[in-house]
């Protein structure tokens, strides 16, 4: 089963909040019936990036170096060609 926004969400917070694991956040929500591995490895995402999130940085340079400053699309003076 795929974890929702929600449960990403859910899950980030007991395991920054309370520690938990794995298992003890699948045995605490018996009804969510999330993947053990699912859990795991958002559990593995969470704690290197600290995040979440699916936001990747596919595409350019330039994109990318524009995204982290905060700009929607790269300006003609940031371009490289």
Known sequence: MCLTYEDKASIKLVRQQKGWGTERICKEFPNKNWAVSSVKDLLRKIDKTNSSSDRGFGGSQRHRVAYLLGQSRPTTD????
């Open 78 to 81: 940031q371009q490289s060609h």
